[in-house]
Each structure stands twice: as C-alpha cells, then as structure tokens.
C-alpha cells in the first residue's frame, strides 16, 4: 500500500501540492500576528486574546487545508474519473479498492502532515515574536503533551471531515463540484452566526465522522465490478 502512496504522489505531482502549502503558510502567518498584534497588552492575552489566538489558528489553518483536501481529491480521484483515466488504472492486476484507498490515503495523509505543520508554525511564530504580540510561555503551551494531543485529533477529525466532498464530487463526475462541497463542509464546521457555532461541538463532529465513514464506503462498495465509464 505504501508504494502505491508513493506513486499517487508522484503520478501526480505532489510537489506543486507542498508548494502550495507553504504558500498558504507564509500568508498564513502575518496574517495571524497582524490579528495578535492588535492585542492591548499581556493582561488582555491572558483573559482573552490567547484563547483567540488560539481559535483563530485552528480556524484559519483547518479552513485553509479543508479545501485543499477538497481540491486533492478532486484531481486525485473525482478528476481520474472524469477524464476517464481511472478505467486505465483499474486495467492493472491490482484489486481496485486498494487503488482507490490508497489514493484516498495520500490524499489524507498529505493533508494532516500539512494541517500540523502549519499550525505548529502559526503557534511557533506567535511565540517567537511574544514582545510584539503579549503573548507569554503559559498562553500557548507548546510543552504539554496534552496541546499537542488536541492538535493530532482536532485535525485528523477535520482532515476526514473534507472527505464528504468526494461522493458529492463522484455522484456529479465533477471536479469543481468536489471543491465547492469542500467549501460548504468548511461553512458548516467552520462558520459561525452571530454567537453560534458548531466548531467545537462533539455531538456535530461525531456525526459528521459517521458519515464520512459511509461516504468512503459508499466510494469503495462495488467497486470491483461497478462500471466506471
């Protein structure tokens, strides 16, 4: 399975995906002390601005790689269908389902090395620069185990979550139809109205996991004999 991650990777050319990445990063980052800087002063990071900080990392960053989910799966697989590459694919002795899970790993895994190596990056340059932003060692707290553990699982819940733009984008054999479902994945996890919002609500996460679960059933149900012209 591994090398068939592999050659998705090279088949389609995953370096312009990791230099778009670090485009998105290096945007993401003055950004992010631009909305820090406008703190008033270590009492007010303490009481509120670091928990702001601290959302608005998370939200910026799961946004940014939601769609870019999105947009990899729609070149990774919705695209192979729609330009009828994937019969090509299917030819080789090889069970289809692997074919299709590993291009939905190296889509998944690409996306969560991304998502962590962003944020880590925001969170390192907020800190880095704690004389113009106030933010002190306590207010981010890069050595609890515990931080890094909410990270791991905030973004491979989100990672998963982009995930239901795929059946959306099959069903209608439509790349862009795949990166607009990503963008309204993102309104719904993501947005907020007024004082409401579902960003950190369990109940809303679970049952969007659930169906991811039967997004990339449904994907893969059939697959061996289901014709894909």
Request: a positive charge; one cysteine or more.
């Amino acid at each position: 399975m591994l090398k068939l991650i592999k050659l998705e990777w090279k088949k389609n050319n995953v370096g312009k995906y990791v230099r778009n990445a670090l485009i998105t990063v290096a945007v993401l980052v003055p950004f992010i002390l631009a909305m820090a800087g406008e703190l008033e002063g270590a009492q007010t990071v303490e009481s509120y601005g670091s928990g702001m900080i601290n959302a608005s990392i998370d939200l910026f960053a799961n946004m940014c790689f939601m769609v870019f989910t999105g947009a990899m799966l729609s070149a990774f697989i919705v695209g192979a269908y729609e330009n009828r590459t994937m019969g090509l694919m299917f030819s080789y002795p090889i069970r289809r389902w692997k074919i299709l899970v590993s291009k939905m790993l190296a889509v998944w895994i690409f996306n969560f090395a991304a998502v962590i190596v962003c944020k880590l990056v925001l969170y390192g340059a907020v800190v880095l620069t704690k004389s113009y932003t106030h933010v002190t060692a306590d207010s981010i707290r890069l050595t609890d185990p515990f931080f890094y553990v909410q990270m791991l699982v905030g973004s491979a819940v989100m990672v998963s979550v982009s995930f239901l733009a795929l059946p959306v984008g099959l069903m209608a054999r439509s790349s862009k139809a795949a990166v607009i479902a990503s963008v309204v994945v993102v309104c719904f996890t993501q947005g907020q109205i007024g004082q409401y919002t579902l960003v950190n609500n369990i109940g809303f996460h679970a049952l969007l996991l659930a169906l991811w679960a039967v997004a990339v059933f449904l994907t893969l149900r059939g697959v061996e004999t289901r014709d894909v012209m």
